[in-house]
């Protein structure tokens, strides 16, 4: 509800005119300098900070996929065959060729010697020439099938030196990887857990700075109220010096008070004036620290709730405490323990780096040219997929060291941790001690106010009947005086003194 009710004094406020007054309470105040504070933007944007990396951080158990393009211009190309294999294949049909020739020649010799021996055989005309013939027909058939051949060899040899030829000067390939990790040694675990941890000391950052804000303002305020109360006082006190100072004046044409006397009362009423002015300086610079706490413009003209109050309704702040609750409510025993555990997953993390560590990999790759049918240049590609093990053998006690500075680590934040408990039970117990002396003094102040009261009106009552002097006067005002600004500080102490306990208990909250 405190919240509604302030949330709507803001927007009322911002539809005033400009120059207008704005009645502003302790709640109002302290939303809009929340609202409008640089440090808690900061504190806002720190925890989206924290709270992006610890999404971050659960990325890493999920398979990771990249694809990779690649483009690359060579000088030289691959060469299946060298340059002799190049230049034999297109002629390997001559090469043949030539050889049959010459076992032609040699069979030609051989049917030459064939005839002279059937000659002398004394083998008739008759049946030696059909056989001539054949052999020559045979011969000539023979010849033609070597030629023949020799063209088909030389076309088949070339078309193999062709297919061979590979022109990968221009190379393009591409690969879809997925990564999927199995097992980092808890690397990924002790991450995460940094992470959350990270989230949570944003979190309490952000806590403490608001507390620390509402602690300002409610300062400021009860100062601006302290001074304005003082301010009426004090004006108060001129005006009953004043009619003094015109009493005194009166009975000095008279004849019956002195000069001495007029003088006196003069010099109590130039320091009621300077005192009245002082307190307006005061009350001016303390509110232009308010409208600059709450982000409004420093000369705004604001009036605050409490400060025209007849009596601030002060009632005793008498909390049960327990010390425990400022242990589990205070956001920095909160951050020193996120600071604890972050110390020891920062040991488990640096742990891994001994363990072995294991991924599952597939994907699917191309290139241009391709030798998954021949060499071709076309796109072709195929599927992978495989098992990454790594596995940590000797790195000169790297790790050890490591993880030994970072269980140093651990044991100095838990140091820290203990003498942080320490200190705020210290200052739970001064701050309760507090509250209780700023309650004896409020009793006794308003008991001071009771009698100064009746003294004053006993002195002005007696100095206008002429039984007592102007000086007893002056006293019995001074007396007076000096008891209504004691409660008002009084009261101001027992408000303030409750907001310091709420802040050592980790309670203050709009």
Known sequence: MKRHWALCVWLLTLGLPAGAQQLLSLDSCRAMALRTNKQMDVSHLKRDVAKNIRKSMRTKYLPHISAIGTYQFTSREISLLNDEQKAALPNIGTTIGSMAKGGMADMAGSLTKMGSVLSLLNIPPQMLEPMQQEMATMQQNLAQGVNNATGMLNAGGQRIVDALHTDTRNLWAGSIMAVQPVFMGGSIIAMNKMADLGEQMASH???????????????????????????????????????????????????????????????????????????????????????????????????????????????????????????????????????????????????????????????????????????????KGIWNVGVLVRVPIWNWGDVMYKVRASKGATAIAALERQEAREKIELQVNQTSFKVEEANKRLAMAEKSVEKADENLRMATVGFSEGVITPATVMEAQTAWLQAKSQHIDAQIDVLLSAVDLQKSLGILAP
């Open 205 to 379: 950052s952000e806590e403490a700075r608001r507390q620390s804000i509402i602690y300002s303002v409610d300062k400021i305020y009860w100062q601006v109220v302290s001074l304005k109360h003082k301010k009426r006082l004090a004006e108060s006190f001129l005006a009953v010096v004043q009619k003094l100072d015109n009493d005194v004046q009166k009975m000095i044409a008279e004849g019956v008070a002195t000069k001495s006397d007029g003088l006196s009362v003069n010099v109590k009423l130039n320091e009621a004036e300077m005192t009245v002015q002082k307190v307006n300086d005061g009350l001016v610079l303390s509110k232009m620290l308010l409208c600059q706490t709450i982000g409004l413009p420093m000369n705004e003209d604001v009036t605050l709730a409490d400060e025209d109050a007849d009596q601030l309704s002060v009632a005793p702040y008498l909390p049960q405490v327990d010390r425990e609750v400022a242990m589990e409510n205070r956001p920095e025993l909160k951050m020193l323990d996120n600071t604890v555990a972050l110390t020891k997953q920062t040991t488990n993390l640096l742990k891994a780096g001994n363990l072995p560590m294991v991924a599952v990999m597939g994907g699917y790759s191309i290139s241009n040219p391709s030798l998954y049918n021949g060499f071709e240049k076309k796109f």
